[in-house]
C-alpha cells in the first residue's frame, strides 16, 4: 500500500513543483522516487567511487620530488623551484582542460564519456615509464585531463542515476574517494629510500608508484563494464530511447514490478526535464541569467562564485602542494620534521576530512558547514603565518592539518 510507504508532505510537495504529475500520479513518484533499490544504486556508488579514487591514485608529486632532484640532477634552487613549478601547474591545467572537455563528451552518452575519461587516465599514466622529466610532464597533463573530465563525468553521473533521497552522501563519498586515491599514491611513496639515501638516485622502486594509476583505471573500467553498463535515464530520454531509460529506472527504484509506478516515475523524470538541453539535464540558463537577470538563481549563483573565491584564495591547494618544502625548512629551534612522514599525516587529514563530510553532509546544515569550515580555515591560515614567523615546526604541521581536515 501506498500510505504505508508515504514520504514527507515535503517530498510529496517537491514533486508537485518539479512535475507536472498530481493526485495519485504524483503520491507515487514521491513516495518511489525517494525510495532506492539499495543493492544496485550502492553497487553504481561504490564503482563511480573507485573510478574517482583511481583518477587522483598518479596525484604523488610531494613525494617523488627528492627522487627527480637527484635522477635529473637539479643543483641550483631556481632549477629545482621552477622545475617543482611545473610538475604542479601541468597537471592542474590539464584538470581545466578536462573539465572542460567532459559537457562535449557527455552529450554522447555519459557511460561513454566514463570510459574515455578512464582511458586518457591510462594513457597519460602510461606516458611517465619513459624517463625523460619533459615527457612526465606531458604525462602528468594528460592524467590531469583524465582527473577533470572523470570529476565532472561522475558528478554528473550520480545526478542522473542516483535518486534524491541518497544524492548528497553519494557526491560526499565520490569526493571522499578521490582524497583516497591522492593518499595511496602519497603513502605508496614510503616504497622510495630515504630523501637522504645515495641509492636514491638509481632507485627503480619508482616503477611501484607509476604503476598503481593505470591498473587501477583498467580495473574501473572492467567494473563499470560488469555491474553498470548503462547509460543514465536521462540520457535515454533525451535520445528517444524510452525503454532503456525504463529499463534504468527498475534498476534504481524499488518499484515492486509495477508498470503503472514505473510510469509515473518515466513522466516525473520527462516533466524534470521539460525545457533542458540536449542532455536532460533540466531548464538550461544561460549564464547572464544565472548571474544577472534571474532572480531565481542570482543569489545562489554569486554566494557559490564567493565561496569558491574564498576556497582558492585560502591557498589550500598551493600549502597542500608544498607541504614537503614547508616542511623541509631547518629552523634555527635546530628541530627538522621528518619530511615524508610529515606530508603522510597531512594527506591522512585530508582523507579523513573527506570521510567526516559524508556523514556532516547528511546531519548538519550546509551554511552551518560553511560558517565553521571557512572561518576554522582563515583562523588556521593566520596560524600557520605566525607559526613560520617564530619558527615552530610542529604547531605548523597541525595547523596544515586542520586546513587540509577543514577544508574537506
Known sequence: ???????SQAQYSEVLKKTKLRGQAALEASVFMHDPNMKNIGTFIA???FAMLASTSGNYMSIVIPFFEKKYGWE???????????????????TICGSGCGSILMSRGRARAFIVACCVGILGSLFTFIESFYVFLFAKFIVGASIGLMGVVVARYIE??????WFGTSQAISLASLQGGIFISTIIGAVLPPDDDPVLKDTKAWIGIFVLQPILLMAAI????????????RFYLSTGQEEKAKLVLKKMYDTQNNNVKLNNILEAEKAAM???????????????????TNDKYVRSSWTAIMIMAFQCLTGYYAIIAYSEVLLDEDFSSGRKINTRQGVFLIQGFNLIGSIASIYFISKVGRRTIILIGQGGIALS?????????????????VLICIVAFLFQ
Open 381 to 397: 591560515l593566520v596560524g600557520i603565518g605566525i607559526a613560520s614567523i617564530f619558527e615552530s615546526p610542529v604547531t605548523l604541521l
Open 274 to 292: 521539460g525545457g533542458g538541453d540536449d542532455e536532460g539535464a533540466g531548464p538550461k540558463v544561460s549564464p547572464k541569467e544565472a548571474l544577472w
Open 222 to 233: 572492467a567494473l563499470f563494464l560488469l555491474l553498470v553498463r548503462t547509460d543514465t535515464p
Open 47 to 49: 564503482v563511480m567511487s
Open 160 to 165: 542522473e542515476y542516483v535518486p534524491l533521497k
Open 76 to 94: 641550483t634552487q631556481s632549477e629545482k623551484d621552477f622545475n617543482e613549478a611545473l610538475m604542479n601547474v601541468l597537471p592542474a591545467v590539464g
Open 1 to 7: 500500500m501506498i500510505s504505508s510507504r508515504r514520504m
